[in-house]
């Protein structure tokens, strides 16, 4: 089955700490994108890359970091800079041609 | 500031109405516009995706555009509880990667 992947459900983040979330693709997309949802507010675009080795920022990158070395993964690591990362993170993929976003089940992240 | 604009709600309709939800937006180069659905705690998912001027029908959802008022909705034939959910707009620019969400509306379709 054709899918998108996200790990782990749940994450826990202790201050001063760097933690990555995983995000995988099955479908061939080119393009993918990370969003953070706070509660009452729609999705808000972190990072997105529409090629592999190639990402540009999004509105709030600010504390928020990516790669893209497979195009099958997107991992983001949310850095201690980020003061506030209590969220829904949402990661996204479409085809390269195709506006169409399919999204994974997301991670929560939470602050202990 | 380019934005997507939805009515919060919650909007509650009964069982077997049609529920109407209503989206609009700034940017006059939008191209393409999806409606997607979010269970509480869950991911959204793609209802429908329209791109031209009128109206777009997928079963029970329709989906209507009119770019000259900069104005997308989604309308629900015969609700049910299960459509009892948060609809989030969202609007695209040319080559899609650069997609404005709304914060959503929420329905409540009673049993």
């Known amino acids: 089955d054709g899918g998108i992947t996200q790990s782990p459900k749940y994450l826990f983040r202790k201050e001063g700490q760097n933690v990555t979330l995983s995000c995988e693709q099955n479908l061939n997309h080119d393009a993918m994108y990370w969003y953070r949802q706070d509660p009452g507010q729609g999705l808000r675009l972190i990072y997105y890359s529409q090629i592999v080795n190639d990402f540009q920022k999004g509105d709030i990158a600010e504390g928020y970091s990516v790669s893209r070395e497979k195009k099958e993964s997107f991992p983001l690591t949310v850095t201690s800079a980020q003061k506030n990362p209590t969220a829904f993170y949402l990661c996204a993929s479409s085809n390269r041609y195709q506006e169409t976003q399919y999204f994974g089940p997301g991670t929560r992240l939470l602050v202990l | 500031q380019k934005e997507v604009e939805q009515n919060s709600g919650p909007l509650s309709v009964p069982e077997g109405a049609i529920a109407s939800l209503n989206c609009t937006y700034s940017d006059r180069g939008s191209q393409s516009f999806f409606w997607y659905r979010q269970y509480s705690g869950k991911s959204p998912e793609l209802i429908m995706f329209?791109?031209?001027?009128g109206d777009k029908e997928d079963g029970r959802f329709t989906a209507q555009l009119n770019k000259a008022s900069q104005y997308v909705s989604l309308l629900i034939r015969d609700s049910q509880p299960s459509d009892s959910a948060t609809y989030l707009c969202?609007?695209?620019?040319?080559?899609?990667?650069?997609?404005?969400f709304g914060a959503g509306t929420r329905l409540f379709v009673k049993a």
């Open positions: 329209i791109y031209s001027n």
């Open positions: 969202a609007v695209a620019n040319t080559g899609g990667f650069k997609t404005i």
